[in-house]
């Protein structure tokens, strides 16, 4: 089947007013700011307030990707969130946003893909506005992993921050748009980063509850080593689907989880600072809504120009991975 070039027509980002640093979490677990910034590079991310939910974001993120494209809520066909901490596991956060927005004759629903739901979303949106069904859709990274952390574990309360990111994708002329994509998953390693309790596998319980099963429990290690490895290989795999090589580059865009992993795949890729974002030093790692906030970003510091090849990269919890090759403009 033919499919026609799809591209991004307009971002929008959002964030918690509040702001938490290193010097903050020292005062409520035992790390130094020496400690998160060599070990991550975060100096500080945004936390939301109790009761700010993650569809408040995801609904300012997506007026502002709406306003930049130039949609109207009624133009958009198609709702896709990318998040693991929707406001309740149904309905889903899509649906939520759908209402809020007012974009009443558009399909909605959630991914569950973790840290690359974004880059999973905007790949099942390339194919469904690609192949005329849509001609429209709004695709949302949106997460509040400080509701699932445990502010007494040092190991993981001090690495993640709230956000949310969005995207509009409509038909672009041909050479423009997503060049390429590459989606994976090895759900072998998916005990190495999981919410235990709360499913159907264990349902909420005072036993669970006790036991500390509704937060998030991470073997950093073996993470570590499969982000490394997948960042290397998925940027690679897009760039040759893509017909691209690493000098073609303009912009890599790689999930913000640790300095180190970054770092890690600029030396194999042999990337310059200028040819990588980097913003997690402010963000800390805000899963799904990493690579739309970073795209955002990019393109206010005039970091992406017309006609540039730029390449999104994600891995996260399942485990998966994606990675996406575009060419910007319309
Ligand atoms: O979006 C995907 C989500 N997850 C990731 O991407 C995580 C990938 N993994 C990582 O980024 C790193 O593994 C971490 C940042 C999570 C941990 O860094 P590490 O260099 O792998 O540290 P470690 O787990 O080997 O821990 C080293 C030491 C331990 O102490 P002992 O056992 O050597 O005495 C930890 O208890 O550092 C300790 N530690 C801390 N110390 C101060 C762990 N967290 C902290 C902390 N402050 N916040």
């Known amino acids: 089947m033919s499919i026609r070039p799809v591209g991004i027509t307009g971002v929008g980002m959002s964030v918690p007013e509040r702001v938490m640093t290193n010097a903050d979490f020292e005062k409520i677990v035992d790390t130094t700011d020496e400690w998160i910034l060599s070990r991550t590079g975060i100096r500080e991310r945004h936390i939301s307030e109790p009761g700010e939910s993650t569809s408040v974001h995801a609904i300012k ?11 109207t809520p009624e ?30 004759r558009a399909a ?3 991914i569950s893909a973790a840290c690359p739901g974004w880059l999973y979303g905007t790949v099942v949106a390339q194919q469904m506005v690609g192949s005329g069904m849509y001609n429209c859709a709004l695709v949302i990274g949106a997460e509040m992993l400080s ?44 005990c190495h980063l999981q919410l235990p309790a709360g499913g159907s596998r264990q349902p909420a319980s005072a036993e669970t509850v006790a036991n500390k099963l509704h937060y998030i429990h ?7 080593k499969f982000a490394v490895r997948v960042m290397n290989e998925a940027t690679a795999l897009v760039l040759e689907k893509a017909g691209l ?20 795949a600029m030396k194999r890729l042999k990337l310059g600072p200028e040819k990588v974002l980097i913003n997690l030093d402010r963000y800390g790692n805000t899963s799904s809504a990493s690579i739309p906030v970073g795209l955002c970003e ?26 996406v090759a575009l060419r910007w403009g319309k």
Not at 90 to 104: L, M, N
């Open 147 to 190: 509701k699932l952390v445990d502010f007494t574990d040092r190991n993981t309360c001090v690495l993640f921050g709230d956000a949310a990111g969005a995207a509009i994708l409509q038909p672009v002329s041909e050479g423009r748009g997503i060049l390429a994509s590459v989606l994976g998953a090895e759900g072998a390693g998916g």
């Open 75 to 104: 133009q958009v066909d198609l709702i896709i969130v990318g998040t693991v901490t929707p406001d309740m596991a149904f309905p889903s956060t899509a649906c939520i946003v759908q209402d809020a927005i007012g974009a009443t």
């Open 298 to 323: 990019a393109l206010a510091e005039g970091r992406i120009k017309d006609g540039d090849e730029v390449v999104l990269v994600s891995f996260g919890a399942g485990l998966v991975w994606a990675a």
């Open 108 to 110: 909605a629903f959630d």
């Open 61 to 71: 993120a997506a007026q502002g990707a709406m306003a930049m494209a130039g949609v």
């Open 245 to 264: 090589t690493v000098e073609d580059l303009d912009l890599l865009i790689p999930h913000q989880a640790n300095i180190r992993i970054i770092e890690g």
């Open 218 to 224: 991470m073997n950093g290690q073996e993470v570590y």
